[in-house]
């Protein structure tokens, strides 16, 4: 009898074991990777929560192809090659569908070739400098020409800005960027000496000599401006020391590329107020989908005061484009939803609809907005539509014969319009 027990409690157990693994293997894995430690945790650790809801919320909708989708989260920690690490395992170990995820430009450069390898999707949700497009990669914030351009258009011609420094952390996103930059404004007629450039390391905080430059430069008779692509928590002590230094927006104002909600949110921004960013997409958005978000997040979060941002929003498009490329595929096959997923259109958060297109970045309205005293930002200009996002600069002589179209028959990245050949030769 007791035999007969054990062999029953064996069999039950093998059993339940079966039906957990295959449990387990209904359930669709969703990647997310960003940096839950290190330099850039205050800016990732929201996107990982966004992400959280995101899943949560389809799984109240009755999940996908039938299936619940489950959250694998990992902690690249701010460390730049082991962001391919995790990649790797993501897909190689935990068998996820699709990866969202990296924030600066040197974590998405290094997961690039894992994502080709394995062919597996990375839906990418910040700002960047362009000059790429691949095919397992889809790019849901801002190229150059949503971003950067219409920033420098603005202070230009709203602003009346002649002299210009270009500050940015040193890193891919901001030189290239800044390269851009410089060439645009060169074409605009602006001087050699009326433009300065600095770097500085992720993480800087002595900003006092830098600033102090900052302001003798803009003590030459004509309006200047920073453009900032300075990334991560050096933005803390940055704006604390133009505070400390007197510098006011209405002297020279900061126009921002990386900073948003979430960053102000650690900020005294009394000092700030009137300094801009340049963005997507702002929690003050006046619109009833963008007022549902905000409401949704705050119960997933169970924090009122915990703020929305650009790449939140990002993370919300893209993620919805790749529901609907799936549900339209009928798979979650990565071939599949690459084709799927072109002319897919989703709504943004302001108010209007934002598609994936051949080049596999989307559109997007751009809004610059001016800091205010509750840490938010008041719009001060919008464009009138939504802008395609270039994946090849105009302003660069490498770049401006180069357009992405990843539909067949030409399926490439980099093709070359002034020779005819793919490989940008």
């Known amino acids: 009898m007791k035999t007969t027990f054990t062999k029953l409690a064996v069999a039950g157990l093998m059993a339940s074991t079966m039906i957990g693994g295959a449990a387990a293997e209904e359930t669709i894995?969703?990647?997310?990777?960003?940096?839950?430690?290190?330099?850039?945790?205050?800016?990732?650790?929201?996107?990982?929560?966004?992400?959280?809801m995101l899943i949560e919320e389809q799984n109240k909708k009755g999940g996908l192809l039938g299936k619940q989708l489950e959250a694998v989260v990992v902690d690249p920690a701010s460390d730049?090659?082991?962001?391919?690490?995790?990649?790797?395992?993501?897909?190689?170990?935990?068998?996820?569908?699709?990866?969202?995820?990296?924030?600066?430009?040197?974590?998405?450069k290094s997961v690039l070739p894992v994502f080709?390898?394995?062919?597996?999707?990375?839906?990418?949700?910040?700002?960047?400098?362009?000059?790429?497009?691949?095919?397992?990669?889809?790019?849901?914030?801002?190229?150059?020409?949503?971003?950067?351009?219409?920033?420098?258009?603005?202070?230009?011609?709203?602003?009346?800005?002649?002299?210009?420094?270009?500050?940015?952390?040193?890193y891919v996103y901001p030189r290239t960027?800044?390269?851009?930059?410089?060439?645009?404004?060169?074409?605009?007629?602006?001087?050699?000496?009326?433009?300065?450039?600095n770097y500085t390391p992720f993480g800087h905080s002595d900003w006092q000599t830098i600033v102090s430059d900052i302001k003798s430069f803009g003590s030459a008779g004509k309006k200047t401006a920073v453009v900032s692509t300075i990334n991560g928590d050096a933005n803390v002590p940055f704006y604390k020391e133009l505070g400390n230094a007197g510098i006011k927006a209405e002297d020279i104002p900061v126009v921002a590329f990386s900073v948003g909600e979430e960053e102000l949110a650690g900020l005294d921004a009394e000092p700030l107020v009137g300094h801009l960013a340049a963005w997507n997409y702002f929690q003050s958005a006046d619109t009833d989908i963008n007022a549902e978000f905000i409401e949704a997040w705050h119960a997933f979060i169970g924090d009122e005061a915990r703020v929305t941002n650009d790449p939140m929003e990002a993370h919300f498009i893209g993620f919805n484009m790749w529901v609907e490329a799936v549900e339209k595929a009928g798979t979650t096959d990565a071939d599949a939803v690459i084709d799927a997923i072109v002319?897919?259109?989703?709504?943004?958060?302001?108010?209007?609809?934002?598609?994936?297109?051949?080049?596999?970045h989307i559109t997007k309205p751009v809004l610059i907005g001016e800091i205010q005293g509750d840490g938010q930002f008041e719009t001060v200009w919008e464009t009138s539509g939504l802008v395609v996002g270039d994946a090849w600069s105009d302003f660069l002589d490498g770049s401006k014969d180069l357009i992405a179209d990843w539909r067949a028959p030409l399926s490439c990245?980099?093709?070359?319009?002034?020779?005819?050949?793919?490989g940008g030769s």
């Open 116 to 170: 080709e390898e394995l062919n597996s999707l990375l839906f990418y949700p910040v700002q960047y400098e362009g000059e790429e497009s691949q095919r397992n990669v889809f790019y849901t914030g801002a190229a150059p020409n949503q971003q950067a351009i219409p920033a420098v258009d603005y202070l230009m011609n709203e602003e009346g800005v002649e002299r210009w420094v270009l500050a940015g952390t040193d």
């Open 413 to 422: 990245g980099n093709f070359n319009t002034a020779t005819g050949k793919c």
């Open 29 to 52: 894995k969703v990647g997310v990777l960003h940096s839950l430690s290190g330099t850039m945790a205050i800016s990732e650790t929201t996107l990982k929560d966004a992400m959280l």
């Open 343 to 360: 002319g897919v259109s989703v709504p943004n958060l302001t108010g209007g609809y934002s598609t994936m297109m051949p080049n596999h």
């Open 80 to 108: 730049w090659p082991l962001f391919a690490e995790k990649a790797r395992e993501l897909i190689e170990v935990n068998d996820v569908d699709a990866v969202f995820g990296a924030w600066t430009s040197v974590s998405r």
């Open 177 to 197: 960027t800044n390269k851009i930059l410089e060439a645009y404004l060169k074409a605009k007629g602006v001087a050699e000496e009326d433009i300065l450039i």
